[in-house]
């Protein structure tokens, strides 16, 4: 019996706890239902806000409509002189056109020209380059041959004091047989 009343109390503690939690979320979901509600007020409180504003900006745009349709047919006015002053121009500008392409023309050819004269000058310059790497080339060879003139000299010079005969001597040895 005392196992049953044991049983029976831990029962009621079990459900005084839950009666408790279940209580605890009833209120919170009150009061999120209460803050949902204060904040669905003020979104409504600022929509009619909102739409009076826009009420009061159509009215606006009604009348600025109705000035911009006075200023509307003003402009289409306008705008018919200045077609025909448009006409005029069109006939100006072509004819500005045609010379302006003849100018156009001119430049064309002048630019071809142009392109054959630095052709013209790519060419030379490639060739001044050639016959300066020749001419290069020679004075290399003139100064080589020019050396190589010096040690002959020297050793004429050599063979001539060696067996005592002059530069300007032709010395022709013969056999003697």
Do not use: C, P, W
């Amino acid at each position: 019996m005392q196992k049953n009343i044991n049983l029976s109390f831990i029962l009621l503690s079990v459900l005084a706890a839950m009666l408790l939690v279940s209580l605890a979320l009833l209120y919170n979901q009150k009061e999120a239902e209460q803050k949902m509600r204060a904040n669905t007020e003020r979104r409504l409180e600022e929509a009619l806000v909102a739409k009076k504003a826009l009420e009061a900006k159509l009215r606006e745009a009604e009348s600025e409509n109705a000035s911009i349709r006075n200023s509307l047919k003003a402009g289409e006015e306008k705008f018919a002189a200045l077609s025909r002053s448009l006409e005029e121009e069109k006939a100006s500008v072509a004819k500005t056109a045609s010379g302006a392409q003849e100018k156009e023309a001119q430049i064309a050819l002048l630019k071809a020209r142009l392109a054959e004269s630095d052709k013209e000058r790519e060419r030379l310059l490639r060739d001044l380059e050639r016959l300066n790497n020749e001419h290069l080339q020679l004075k290399f060879y003139f100064e080589n041959m020019m050396k190589t003139k010096e040690e002959m000299d020297k050793k004429a010079k050599e063979i001539a004091e060696k067996q005592g005969v002059s530069l300007g001597t032709i010395v022709v040895q013969q056999d003697s047989r």
